[in-house]
């Protein structure tokens, strides 16, 4: 019989198709059990008002076949078959789908374009079908269709054109017999002839396709041999092929919730994803629109994986398609503040064909997308409100992502991550949201007051918050690097601004005290001007302290850079050689008496006052958790000040 030609450019068309639409080429079974699944989805409907078919929902499967000398893989369906005209038309022009002519009959029938029930078309035929010659030198399709008295084939060695021609087959259904390619030195097609790569193959991709997929299962049994010289019979094991439904048909998401419990749905998140602990909560969506229908399982995981603050953790949700896996980690379904969730995306209206490179264009997704963001944060507010000590764990896990996300984007995400963070009040000896700190406030004061450092311990000796523990006020505790910039993003909480111990102002100071310092720091300013030229440019000003108790002296900074920026910035690496640096500002305590020695010392011995004021900046510096620039130095001015 004369080869025809594909029409379409289709040499051109199918080398395109091959080489970017699918960039893994076992992705061919996955395209071949979703068509076969869409021929049996046809023939199902039709039986609903044609009795002659004989076939119940039962009866119908799709199988796989292995002919290993031959080099050969069958994938065949008892669903409705193809005419001679219908393999022309749809195997013949590439990227025409039968699949979706017949669903938009369908939907015409409906009226307005209503998708009949239980009638979800996977595939297009004339995409899919062909991502077979990824790893076929030549490919048969043996197809009968229902109610026709013969069968016919159609064949092609690729995009040089094909044949179809009659041939014979006992019933109705299809046959995609692909002869393998022959392997090369750093390709093995064999592989796809194994039963443990099919197997693996059909239970990532096609585990929840609704119709059983069957093939031969190779298991071992125990046979007793002839009696040893004990009259004892001996013991050996037997290989034996058996066939063996390989999918899972219906997936836990698809299922009520009357129907699943939650012991079932950790268990799935244990084994799907690699988790050791129970998630703090489980999110069941079953969402029907005008825009996009989807069902939904994420998991708020309670721990971290070991690997999640590294560069080799893959954020995202198994996107399916119909129970087809489309995408393993699609991370355009969450924000990036919420990469940690895990779970699973499902919608029949989403395309098999959609690549990385069209979601961020994909508007069913950004509605999914949206829609389950809300999601998430609802929950964690529930967590939050409702099961705090289960919060707790998660946020231990999974704050400084959260922080993360109030920082990215230019703090565009503050409003929706505010209340979600969680701080240490000393006062109350645990972790609260910022309005349970502003709702604990003394009605007098009139700024949230935080203190950034690296531990609790650190900070319960910091002395620039003495005052606001003299009056009885809370100073939340922030101990992650980026804890300061944070509380800037957050901006203010009820009215109330945040404001750190160690700024410029921590407004405490009422005018009868603002001029009472103002005139001592009149009085001292020969020695004030003094200190500063003393340091050499280590500080941009030396004042007197409104907020010192107890401390000789302490380091806040003035300007857009705080100290705890400073120390943040120097920690990491960069490829600027230049260090960042805080406009320091030393305090002095006008009322302890070290500040008296040295004031003594000033009008003295210059240079006493001098080591003086080196020995309050490196005191300074410490408390600030601040490296000295110089410790050998910071210690022979104690040594000398002490002797």
Same mark, same amino acid.
């Given at each position: 019989m004369a080869k025809k030609q594909f029409k379409s450019e289709s040499k051109r068309i199918l080398d395109l198709m091959i080489g970017s639409i699918y960039t893994h080429r076992e992705i061919f079974l996955r395209e071949l059990i979703s068509n076969a699944s869409d021929a049996i989805d046809k023939l199902?409907?039709?039986? /609903?008002?044609?009795?002659?078919?004989?076939?119940?929902?039962?009866?119908?499967?799709i199988e796989l076949a292995v002919d290993r000398e031959n080099r050969t893989l069958t994938v065949s369906d008892n669903g409705v078959g193809m005419?001679?005209?219908?393999?022309?038309?749809? /195997?013949?022009?590439?990227?025409?789908?039968?699949?979706?002519?017949?669903?938009?009959?369908?939907?015409?029938?409906?009226?307005?374009?209503?998708?009949?029930?239980?009638?979800?078309?996977?595939?297009?035929?004339?995409?899919?079908?062909?991502?077979?010659?990824?790893?076929?030198?030549?490919?048969?399709?043996?197809?009968?269709?229902?109610?026709?008295?013969?069968?016919?084939?159609w064949e092609s060695s690729g995009p040089d054109g094909y044949t179809i021609s009659p041939a014979e087959r006992e019933a109705c259904g299809t046959d995609v017999i692909m002869e393998l390619k022959d392997d090369a030195e750093d390709e093995s097609f064999a592989e796809f002839l194994e039963e443990y790569t099919l197997h693996s193959l059909i239970k990532k991709y096609s585990d929840y396709i609704r119709w059983p997929i069957i093939m031969d299962v190779t298991k071992s049994r125990?046979?007793?041999?002839?009696?040893?010289?004990?009259?004892?019979?001996?013991?050996?094991?037997?290989?034996?092929?058996?066939?063996?439904?390989?999918?899972?048909?219906?997936?836990?998401?698809?299922?009520?919730?009357?129907?699943?419990?939650?012991?079932?749905?950790?268990?799935?998140?244990?084994?799907?994803?690699?988790?050791?602990?129970?998630?703090?909560?489980?999110?069941?969506?079953?969402?029907?629109?005008?825009a996009v229908s989807y069902k939904a399982m994420l998991f708020i995981p309670s721990k971290a994986p070991y690997d999640y603050f590294t560069r080799e953790y893959e954020p995202g949700l198994r996107l399916y398609a119909s129970g087809v896996l489309i995408m393993e980690k699609c991370d355009a379904l969450l924000p990036e503040y919420f990469?940690?969730?895990?779970?699973?995306?499902?919608?029949?209206?989403?395309?098999?064909? #959609?690549?990385?490179?069209?979601?961020?264009?994909?508007?069913?997704?950004?509605?999914?997308a949206s829609n389950l963001e809300k999601k998430v944060r609802s929950e964690l507010s529930r967590l939050l409100e409702q099961e705090r000590e289960k919060y707790a764990e998660f946020y231990a896990a999974f704050g400084l992502q959260l922080k993360y996300g109030l920082l990215s984007d230019y703090g565009a995400h503050a409003e929706k991550l505010r209340e979600l963070l969680l701080f240490w009040s000393p006062a109350q000896e645990k972790l609260i949201t910022l309005s349970e700190y502003v709702k604990n406030m003394p009605e007098e004061q009139k700024y949230i007051y935080y203190a950034c450092g690296s531990g609790a311990a650190a900070l319960d000796k910091l002395p620039q918050a003495e005052p606001l523990r003299a009056k009885g006020y809370d100073v939340l505790?922030?101990?992650?690097?980026?804890?300061?910039?944070?509380?800037?993003?957050?901006?203010? #909480?009820?009215?109330?601004?945040?404001?750190?111990?160690?700024?410029?102002?921590?407004?405490?100071?009422g005018d009868e005290e603002a001029r009472e310092l103002e005139q001592s720091e009149s009085d001292n300013r020969?020695?004030?001007?003094?200190?500063?030229?003393?340091?050499g440019g280590? #500080?941009?000003?030396?004042?007197?302290?409104?907020?010192?108790v107890s401390a000789p002296a302490c380091l806040t900074a003035k300007g857009g850079v705080t100290l705890e920026m400073e120390r943040y910035f120097n920690t990491i690496k960069t490829e600027s050689p230049e260090t960042v640096r805080a406009e320091r500002v030393m305090e002095l305590n006008a009322s302890h008496a070290v500040f008296a020695a040295l004031?003594?010392?000033?009008?003295?011995?210059?240079?006493?006052?001098?080591?003086?004021?080196?020995?309050?900046?490196?005191?300074?510096?410490?408390?600030?958790?601040?490296?000295?620039?110089?410790v050998s130095r910071f210690c022979e001015v104690v040594s000398e000040l002490t002797a």
């Open positions: 199902c409907y039709i039986a /609903l008002t044609d009795d002659k078919i004989g076939l119940t929902r039962d009866d119908f499967k005419t001679a005209e219908e393999l022309e038309s749809n /195997l013949g022009v590439i990227a025409r789908s039968g699949s979706l002519k017949f669903r938009s009959e369908l939907e015409a029938q409906a009226g307005g374009g209503e998708k009949p029930a239980d009638m979800d078309i996977i595939g297009q035929f004339g995409v899919g079908f062909y991502s077979a010659f990824m790893v076929s030198k030549n490919v048969r399709v043996l197809s009968r269709a229902y109610g026709a008295d013969s069968a016919n084939v125990r046979v007793e041999g002839e009696p040893d010289k004990d009259g004892k019979p001996a013991v050996n094991w037997e290989d034996y092929t058996e066939r063996e439904t390989i999918n899972s048909r219906v997936p836990i998401w698809q299922r009520p919730k009357s129907e699943v419990t939650d012991e079932a749905c950790f268990e799935f998140f244990r084994e799907q994803f690699g988790a050791e602990s129970d998630p703090a909560a489980v999110i069941r969506v079953s969402a029907e629109g005008a990469r940690f969730v895990r779970g699973v995306v499902d919608s029949a209206d989403l395309s098999l064909n #959609i690549s990385r490179e069209t979601l961020q264009h994909d508007r069913q997704l950004k509605t999914i505790y922030m101990t992650d690097d980026i804890d300061d910039f944070a509380a800037r993003a957050l901006g203010a #909480i009820d009215g109330k601004e945040l404001r750190s111990v160690t700024g410029d102002d921590l407004g405490l100071t020969e020695l004030l001007d003094f200190i500063k030229e003393s340091l280590r #500080i941009s000003e030396a004042r007197l302290s409104a907020r010192l004031k003594r010392a000033y009008e003295t011995d210059r240079d006493k006052a001098a080591k003086y004021a080196e020995m309050l900046y490196g005191q300074s510096v410490l408390m600030a958790g601040l490296p000295l620039d110089d």
